[in-house]
């Protein structure tokens, strides 16, 4: 099993910044991408960005240009730094890990973008 805990979410003002974090703890040895999806309620998880083992870092294209995914293998963290922030980046963003065909989830942290 894999345990992912995020971090970071909060209110902002438009055109702010954010740092989330999630950190992987269990049986993470397999683990060959992670990455962050949002859900705003009514809509469908939306993949936000995604890094391989072989850091192939793939973007909405949505936030491309905006946001930076980035990680730390010593202590099991991704992260995404969130920049030049837009109301509609309002949603809950969920950390998740793939390990062996299986998709792992974070419980969520809540961003939202207004002023």
């Known amino acids: 099993q894999v345990q992912l805990v995020e971090s970071g979410g909060g209110l902002v003002q438009p055109g702010g910044s954010l740092k989330l974090s999630c950190v992987a703890s269990?049986?993470?040895?397999?683990?060959?991408?992670r990455g962050w999806y949002r859900q705003v309620p009514g809509k469908q998880r939306e993949l936000v960005a995604s890094i391989t083992n072989d850091d192939n870092i793939n973007y909405a294209t949505s936030v491309k240009g905006r946001f930076t995914l980035s990680r730390a293998n010593a202590d099991n963290r991704v992260y995404l730094q969130m920049s030049t922030l837009k109301p509609e980046d309002t949603a809950v963003y969920y950390c998740?890990?793939?390990?062996?065909?299986?998709?792992?989830w974070g419980q969520g942290t809540q961003v939202t973008v207004s002023s």
């Open positions: 998740f890990a793939v390990r062996y065909g299986l998709t792992y």
């Open positions: 269990g049986t993470i040895f397999g683990i060959n991408v």
